[in-house]
């Protein structure tokens, strides 16, 4: 039986199912209670970005494994993100009037998010400015550990519905069978709440700023989070003091070798360059 067939459109060499379809028996798994895989987030994805083709973002989740992510033009946008944890959340971005970018979390909204996500989310914002702003949002949480997957579609969902995922508390009894209905059926419907909560001014638990770099706009960090090599290593411009990674400014391997070097960035190479004709 050919169920939920992903859009051609938005696939490249990293998109493994490419042409390939969640089977009947793939999407009764999830009637068994453990994780979501990427393939049932995918699927739901999908059907999401068929639905609701103005809406930005719902990327295969893959493409955030390995850091691909595509900066998003669109005002508005909604990610499904793996954190690298054996854990699923949502990203979203133009939602409540917030330039921040939203983060629904089912395990804890309170929680800082992985090194992983951050970089995820600065990759498909490319914030105009040297610093990410991220929300933590309120949400509902899951009550027995696996259902972070089940928990991010919902949440994608409701937003793409409309509706503020803050104010909504889930009938979690049925969750997973909406789910399993939404993929045999080929279209995704709101989950069912058993209740709502007044929370119409989409205020955040918590906001994080966090410093860019780089004319990519990425955070850094010290520590290996499995990023690709590309992000592992910056140099700092001796007149700006931004950080640089050698592949996006051409920065020779003489330079990155040695700590002593003198470097200047592409931008103060070039206003300096101004100065001096003048
Ligand atoms: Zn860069
Ligand atoms: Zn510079």
Same mark, same amino acid.
């Given at each position: 039986?050919?169920?939920?067939?992903?859009?051609?459109?938005?696939?490249?060499?990293?998109?493994?199912?490419?042409?390939?379809?969640?089977?009947? !028996?793939? &999407?009764?798994?999830?009637?068994?209670?453990?994780?979501?895989? +990427?393939? /049932?987030?995918?699927?739901?994805? %999908?059907? =999401?970005?068929?639905?609701?083709?103005?809406?930005?973002?719902?990327?295969?989740?893959?493409?955030?494994?390995?850091?691909?992510?595509?900066?998003?033009?669109?005002?508005?946008?909604?990610?499904?993100?793996?954190?690298?944890?054996?854990?699923?959340?949502?990203?979203?971005?133009?939602?409540?009037?917030?330039?921040? !970018?939203? &983060?629904?979390?089912?395990?804890?909204?309170?929680?800082?998010? +992985?090194? /992983?996500?951050?970089?995820?989310? %600065?990759? =498909?914002?490319?914030?105009?400015?040297?610093?990410?702003?991220?929300?933590?949002?309120?949400?509902?949480?899951?009550?027995?550990?696996?259902?972070?997957?089940?928990?991010?579609?919902?949440?994608?969902?409701?937003?793409?519905?409309?509706?503020?995922?803050?104010?909504?508390?889930?009938?979690?009894?049925?969750?997973?069978?909406?789910?399993?209905?939404?993929?045999?059926?080929?279209?995704?419907?709101?989950?069912?709440?058993?209740?709502?909560?007044?929370?119409?001014?989409?205020?955040?638990?918590?906001?994080?700023?966090?410093?860019?770099?780089?004319?990519?706009?990425?955070?850094?960090?010290?520590?290996?989070?499995?990023?690709?090599?590309?992000?592992?290593?910056?140099?700092?411009?001796?007149?700006?003091?931004?950080?640089?990674?050698?592949?996006?400014?051409?920065?020779?391997?003489?330079?990155?070798?040695?700590?002593?070097?003198?470097?200047?960035?592409?931008?103060?190479?070039?206003?300096?360059?101004?100065?001096?004709?003048?």
């Amino acid at each position: 039986m050919l169920i939920a067939q992903l859009d051609s459109q938005q696939q490249t060499s990293l998109d493994s199912r490419s042409n390939e379809i969640l089977e009947k !028996v793939e &999407i009764q798994e999830i009637s068994k209670g453990g994780y979501l895989n +990427t393939e /049932h987030i995918n699927a739901a994805i %999908a059907l =999401l970005r068929t639905e609701f083709p103005e809406i930005g973002g719902l990327f295969n989740v893959q493409w955030g494994q390995n850091l691909s992510f595509p900066a998003i033009e669109k005002d508005q946008w909604i990610q499904i993100i793996h954190t690298s944890q054996n854990h699923w959340i949502t990203a979203a971005f133009g939602y409540g009037k917030s330039t921040n !970018v939203l &983060i629904y979390d089912s395990l804890n909204s309170r929680c800082i998010p +992985t090194t /992983h996500t951050i970089y995820c989310v %600065a990759q =498909l914002r490319h914030s105009p400015d040297n610093s990410l702003k991220i929300s933590l949002m309120p949400c509902e949480n899951q009550e027995d550990g696996v259902n972070c997957g089940t928990f991010a579609i919902a949440f994608a969902t409701a937003l793409a519905f409309k509706l503020n995922p803050s104010e909504l508390r889930f009938d979690q009894t049925i969750m997973r069978q909406h789910l399993i209905n939404c993929l045999l059926n080929g279209k995704m419907e709101a989950f069912s709440v058993i209740s709502t909560r007044k929370n119409s001014n989409w205020r955040p638990r918590k906001q994080l700023s966090i410093n860019l770099n780089c004319i990519c706009k990425m955070p850094f960090s010290e520590k290996d989070c499995g990023m690709p090599e590309k992000y592992r290593k910056v140099v700092q411009c001796l007149s700006c003091k931004i950080w640089y990674h050698p592949e996006c400014e051409s920065i020779p391997d003489t330079v990155v070798g040695d700590k002593n070097s003198l470097w200047f960035c592409s931008q103060c190479r070039a206003r300096k360059r101004k100065r001096n004709s003048k």
